[in-house]
């Protein structure tokens, strides 16, 4: 194996590794893929995510492959009582969310993952080495070494690179490298995932998902895609596990809605979902992404879109460091950007397990009225704004998404922008911006767009501001009031090869 030291080598080829090897090598960095599978992870988790992530995905390139496998879930959440009354519909879910797409989507996560490797392919600088195990990493003042073992011929080698990023799931090496502790949010609940697919002629189901909140066995019910329909259904205090998996427990336990003859069994496993963070994401040259850095209990449908989330924050930091000479303490600013984002995602979905999984009586009646006066506020999707880091001002709607909207002449926002920094404004404030303003975005490749939109015209004004500074994850960096504003946002940035300088961490 050859001694090439790689930009960046991605251990684990799940969505997060996928995700950043795609955006990485459209980026075009080295990179190497180290997978220890030869196949995809062929039972279904994730069936659903967001409309940021359908963003994300749009900025690999890949979002018409994703449409084509994937369905808008328009009908919300339902929850019914145990008599199987509706309490309340969450809502929200339209085709046109803010991302500038739908705002949930339904899937298998296989399929994902395979749309995903395939966009790979497209990169030649992307080295994938499927069933290739790293057994052991050296960081290094210079690069990282891994140590590989070649697990169809158990050949081993090492290799070298200047970032490892540890996509390598819930037991990730890499986290145990570091030897970060984890912080944990106090979920641990067994839930049986019974999976099936839909034979011809079965009966009805609602196409929506459905919360079943019956004190005496919690239940979701998920239309996933085509055919294929999951329940999760949680474990009760003198549940054999064994036995719950047996094939006459789970027709039992689907019976008010499907018999044996209707669905083929596709798996049924019981997994205990966890809700903890690490507390340390970044040592030296390793860095944490994904199930590897975090898991939440799956409530809001919120894991592997956490894990997207994680590695498009990272994809532009290490693009800048790798081809723009970028100090590399900017990596800093992905832990305390990430980690609050995702805490306040994990934190929701115990909240709303706590609820899905009342089992005391009292405590079910009481939240089953709650939901009838519609006003369960806990539902509300959460907006987080990121944490500390490349980002000037603490108010909302900086450190959050901008949308996507479409523009008159029919594209969509990022089709504009492309995967850089962006400067949104009225055309006077961004001419009269300094020389130096001007210089660093052009070392950052910014993409300069005077507001002459009317969407952006208006958004400005709804704001009050005269400027919006977006970064390359699409995160609002900073909003400005003036071109001296905007001056000062872009002191922000940190200095491009040839300027000297450690990064700026602007609040
Ligand atoms: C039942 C269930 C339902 C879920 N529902 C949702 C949902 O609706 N929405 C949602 O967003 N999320 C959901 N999730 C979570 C989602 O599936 C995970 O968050 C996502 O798969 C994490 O992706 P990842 O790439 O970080 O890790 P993984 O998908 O676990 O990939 C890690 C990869 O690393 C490889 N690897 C590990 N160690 C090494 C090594 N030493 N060398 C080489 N390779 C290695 C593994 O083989 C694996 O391929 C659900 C999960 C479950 C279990």
């Not at 395979?114 to 290094?140: C, N, P, W, Y």
């Not at 009838?372 to 603490?394: A, D, N």
């Not at 507001?451 to 970064?471: C, F, I, K, N």
Request: hydrophobic share 40%.
């Amino acid at each position: 194996m050859s001694e090439t030291v790689f930009d960046v080598a991605l251990i684990g080829y799940g969505p997060a590794g996928a995700t950043l090897a795609n955006l990485l090598g459209q980026a075009g960095l080295s990179v190497v893929v180290l997978e220890r599978d030869l196949d995809i992870y062929p039972l279904p988790r994730a069936i659903h995510f967001d409309g940021e992530v359908m963003r994300i995905i749009q900025a690999t390139g890949l979002r018409a492959p994703v449409e084509a496998i994937c369905r808008p879930g328009l009908k919300g959440m339902h929850f019914v009582n145990a008599a199987g009354e509706t309490m309340l519909i969450r809502g929200g879910t339209t085709l046109n969310g803010p991302h500038g797409c739908a705002n949930n989507y339904y899937f298998h996560q296989p399929e994902l993952e395979q749309v995903l490797r395939d966009g790979v392919k497209r990169f030649a600088s992307v080295d994938v080495r499927l069933q290739h195990e790293v057994t052991h990493i050296e960081d290094g003042a210079e690069h990282t070494t891994l140590a590989v073992t070649a697990t169809c011929t158990q050949q081993t080698y090492t290799l070298k690179a200047r970032y490892v990023v540890g996509c390598d799931g819930a037991r990730s090496l890499v986290r145990k490298t570091i030897g970060t502790a984890m912080k944990d949010l106090g979920l641990h609940q067994p839930w049986l995932v019974f999976d099936v697919i839909l034979k011809d002629g079965a009966p009805a189901l609602p196409d929506h998902t459905v919360q079943h909140c019956n004190p005496t066995r919690p239940m979701t019910y998920c239309n996933v895609t085509g055919n294929r329909r999951r329940w999760e259904i949680m474990l009760m205090p003198g549940d054999d596990p064994a036995n719950m998996v047996e094939t006459e427990t789970l027709w039992k336990l689907v019976s008010p809605w499907l018999k044996p003859e209707h669905a083929k069994v596709e798996r049924a496993v019981i997994y205990t979902f966890h809700s903890i963070i690490a507390e340390v994401w970044r040592q030296g040259r390793l860095l944490l992404a994904g199930d590897a850095a975090h898991q939440t209990p799956p409530f809001l449908g919120q894991g592997m879109c956490a894990a997207l989330r994680d590695v498009h924050n990272l994809a532009w930091k290490l693009e800048a460091i790798v081809k723009q000479g970028v100090d590399d303490a900017l990596l800093d600013s992905y832990e305390s950007e990430r980690s609050p984002h995702v805490h306040a995602f994990i934190e929701l979905a115990v909240r709303l397990g706590n609820i899905i999984q009342a089992t005391d009586p009292e405590q079910a009646s009481a939240r089953d009225a709650r939901f009838k006066t519609g006003q369960p506020e806990i539902f509300e999707f959460p907006s987080p704004r990121l944490g500390p880091g490349i980002l000037q001002g603490q108010a909302p709607p900086v450190g959050q998404p901008f949308g996507q909207p479409r523009l008159t002449d029919g594209r969509l926002l990022d089709e504009h922008l492309g995967d850089h920094f962006a400067v949104i404004g009225r055309p006077n404030t961004l001419g009269t911006a300094t020389e130096s303003s001007k210089a660093t975005w052009k070392a950052w490749h910014a993409v300069v767009l005077p507001s002459t939109d009317p969407t952006l015209g208006q958004w400005l004004d709804s704001h009050g501001v005269e400027a919006v500074m977006l970064r390359p994850d699409r995160y609002i960096m900073g909003m400005a009031t003036s071109s001296t504003d905007l001056d000062n946002i872009t002191a922000c940035l940190p200095a491009c090869s040839g300027r000297t300088g450690a990064l700026t961490q602007c609040r």
